[in-house]
């Protein structure tokens, strides 16, 4: 299925999609055409970003293919595309490929569109330009390999190397050697990014890092942005999972322990004070350790907390001294 999906028990409509999939192979389109728009408007289809953006796909494929233009519920193949992509785009886990798919069978949407504007034509031009960079970024993704690693070997052939373009077979020799190809289907996955950036069949080693840097690069950046509009979005700072009707001071002690760990207990009580809490080093100590039990309860059954998140999701677990503070407490 476009996108792919984790391994496990096959979904219902799946199977459905494996149907439409089977008939449009056999060439029976208007059967196919009918298994997908059933997908398409299942409710279980509405709520997973994957099954509506591989049905939407698969949908409009058959009609571009057939030269028509069905409407579903009123929406015209683009609209359907649109919404599918949309869906993609907010998804908790993005598949780039899928988005991909949906910018490019939508340019291709636009451009066949029955009295298409010249809006229509633009949109198509920067679908497909965006189909293009997504579907790259999915192929670098795919590769895993670290911004510093690739920017090290970057440095080192700009002096080691003279830039000779190589097949792809070449090419593949050289980063196998440099320990770039631990990657499942990595071979497949560079001969795919040979073929967009070098239609010859041949690129020299720098080149070809050095245009999958500036893509590793981005989507770090987009990693990062992502990350940090998560973490704003919490709605209350961590409180480890404590039971409602909690003090305010079992909190603020919490959270001070989330960012500062289970120690310094002087300076945790000066902090307090300034808040008007009148709590001592070893009266903070001692309250830590009867909130324990039940914050290690919550953590160990990454139980949501209240700001929405549980800790396996929580945009901030790195940084996050809970954990330590409990396993301080085990080994002791």
């Known amino acids: ?4 999906r984790s391994v496990g028990a096959q979904h219902p409509l799946e199977k459905k999609l494996q149907l439409a999939a089977e008939l ?7 059967a196919a055409q ?6 398409l408007l299942s409710k279980g289809c509405k709520s997973d970003p994957l099954l509506r953006g591989a049905a ?3 949908f409009t494929q058959i009609v571009l293919g057939e030269h028509l233009w069905t409407e579903l519920e009123g929406k015209h193949p683009d609209q359907i595309l649109l919404e599918a992509l949309r869906g993609a785009q907010a998804a908790k886990q993005r598949s780039r490929t899928l988005e991909g798919q949906l910018q490019l069978i939508r340019s291709r949407a636009l451009f ?10 633009d949109a198509a031009l920067e679908a497909r ?26 440095d080192r052939l700009v002096c080691d190397e003279s830039g000779t373009a190589l097949d792809c077979e070449s090419l593949i020799d050289v980063l196998r050697r440099e320990s770039f190809m631990s990657a499942e289907d990595a071979e497949e996955h560079v001969e795919t990014l040979v073929d967009s950036w070098s239609p010859g069949g041949r690129i020299s080693v720098q ?21 940090a509009k998560t973490a704003d979005s ?12 909690s003090t305010a001071i079992e909190k603020e002690l919490v959270l001070l322990v989330s960012r500062h760990g289970a120690a310094d207990w002087e300076s945790k009580a000066e902090e307090l004070q300034k808040k008007g809490f009148n709590e001592t080093p070893r009266s903070l100590e001692d309250l830590w350790t009867q909130l324990v039990p039940q914050i290690k309860k919550t953590v160990d059954a990454d139980d949501p907390m209240a700001c929405g998140h549980s800790c396996s999701t929580c945009p901030t677990k790195d940084d996050c001294k809970v954990h330590d503070a409990l396993r301080d407490i085990e080994d002791m």
Do not use: H, N
Request: hydrophobic share 45%.
């Open 112 to 121: 066949a569109k029955p009295g298409k504007t010249a809006d229509c034509l």
């Open 1 to 4: 299925m476009a996108g792919g």
């Open 234 to 245: 919490c709605s209350a700072p961590c409180e480890g999972g404590l039971p409602e009707g």
């Open 34 to 39: 009918s298994e997908y728009a059933k997908v």
């Open 24 to 30: 449009a192979a056999a060439g029976k389109s208007a």
């Open 129 to 154: 330009t965006q189909a293009v960079d997504l579907l790259l970024e999915a192929e670098v993704e795919a590769l895993q390999w670290p911004v510093e690693k690739i920017q090290a070997l970057v």
């Open 207 to 227: 080149q070809f890092l050095g245009l999958a840097l500036e893509i590793a690069q981005r989507l770090t950046k987009t990693a990062e942005k992502a990350l």
């Open 56 to 58: 939407a796909l698969g």
